[in-house]
Nanobody, 121 residues
Framework: QVQVMESGGGLVQAGESLTLSCRVSGSIFANNDAGWYRQPPGKQRDLVATVARGGTTDYLDSVKGRFNISRDNPKNTVYLRMNSLKPEDTAVYYC???????????????WGQGTQVTVSS
């Protein structure tokens, strides 16, 4: 059974940094694309960053230049390094496995439980 587990969230001040980790077990991680979503309080869930199995990355416009997604296949882990955090980055962050089809990322049923990131002003 595939398990996806996020960690690394917390409370920080604006301008600070956090690194989220997502460890995947029970799957051949290197054969999957992966992504991070976030859901602010009372708002929809948005795709923040993706990393394809080949290493290509993509980002939500509002986080470009501040966030960096990476993967370590031997460790079955995806990271999201978040710099220059803003209060509007406050959200529950979720890690997913999925696939790119026609240039679009489609998450499958393998989601983590989420990790809370709170940025104070």
């Amino acid at each position: 059974q595939v398990q996806v587990m996020e960690s690394g969230g917390g409370l920080v001040q604006a301008g600070e940094s956090l690194t989220l980790s997502c460890r995947v077990s029970g799957s051949i991680f290197a054969n999957n694309d992966a992504g991070w979503y976030r859901q602010p309080p009372g708002k929809q869930r948005d795709l923040v960053a993706t990393v394809a199995r080949g290493g290509t990355t993509d980002y939500l416009d509002s986080v470009k230049g501040r966030f960096n997604i990476s993967r370590d296949n031997p460790k079955n882990t995806v990271y999201l390094r978040m710099n220059s955090l803003k209060p509007e980055d406050t959200a529950v962050y979720y890690c997913t496995l999925g696939n790119f089809i026609g240039g679009n990322y489609y998450p499958d049923s393998r989601w983590g439980q989420g990790t809370q990131v709170t940025v104070s002003s």
